[in-house]
């Protein structure tokens, strides 16, 4: 009786133990399509067609550009980003793990269709702006800031990014990663909740 009675527990745990892994991995998927739903920037696992014009605004058309490829929106990265980014993309593949850029720098035309797809997508310009940066206040535009994919590269950078001084900025764009030098020795600072908090 006792033995019944182990072997129905250990097979209620098992049960169990199946049927939480599995919420969590739709818990991530739902996730994963919720923040590709809502962002107006590229998203870690977005795909753009870019035209030659278009990539020459910083438009990346391939999902597979890495922080090594001779491209305007890589090229037109800060130098010292784009060089933590390549020791990153280094220290990730020796872990299996390929970074790659999903938009980097952008010309200031690109940043205002991104803004005006976002207010049209949201409804407002206040609402946009929990998303999309103006011209003359976005990062990518001044080359300040690396948008990561995929899923797995971001969340890899988000864990051991201030080892090369990367710090994801928003909470609402885990994708997003800035250089601040300071994080090698400091760690990271605390995150904005969005764009919006950040005085510019």
């Known amino acids: 009786m006792n033995t019944a009675l182990a072997h129905r527990r250990r097979v209620v745990t098992v049960v169990i133990t199946t049927l939480i892994i599995a919420l969590v991995a739709l818990i991530l998927t739902v996730q994963q399509s919720l923040s590709t739903a809502t962002a107006a920037s590229s998203s870690p696992d977005s795909v753009l067609v870019a035209t030659d014009a278009a990539a020459a605004?910083?438009?990346?058309?391939?999902?597979?550009?890495?922080?090594?490829?001779?491209?305007?929106?890589?090229?037109?990265?800060?130098?010292?980003?784009?060089?933590?980014?390549?020791?990153?993309?280094?220290?990730a593949a020796s872990d299996g793990v390929e970074l790659r850029i999903n938009s980097g720098w952008r010309s200031p035309a690109y940043q205002q269709q991104l803004l005006d797809e976002a207010v049209a997508k949201y409804g407002s310009a206040e609402e946009a702006a929990r998303w999309v940066a103006t011209a003359d206040t976005s990062e990518h535009?001044?080359?300040?800031?690396?948008?990561?994919?995929?899923?797995?590269?971001?969340?890899?950078?988000?864990?051991?990014g201030a080892d090369f001084g990367l710090c994801q900025v928003y909470l609402n764009e885990p994708w997003h990663f800035e250089l601040r030098a300071d994080a090698v020795t400091d760690g990271c600072p605390p995150m904005y909740a969005d764009p919006t908090e950040r005085r510019r």
């Open 141 to 160: 535009v001044t080359g300040a800031a690396a948008d990561i994919g995929p899923w797995r590269a971001a969340d890899w950078l988000k864990h051991r």
């Open 57 to 91: 605004d910083g438009v990346i058309g391939d999902s597979r550009v890495t922080v090594f490829d001779d491209v305007p929106a890589v090229t037109g990265l800060d130098g010292a980003l784009r060089e933590a980014l390549q020791r990153a993309a280094r220290a």
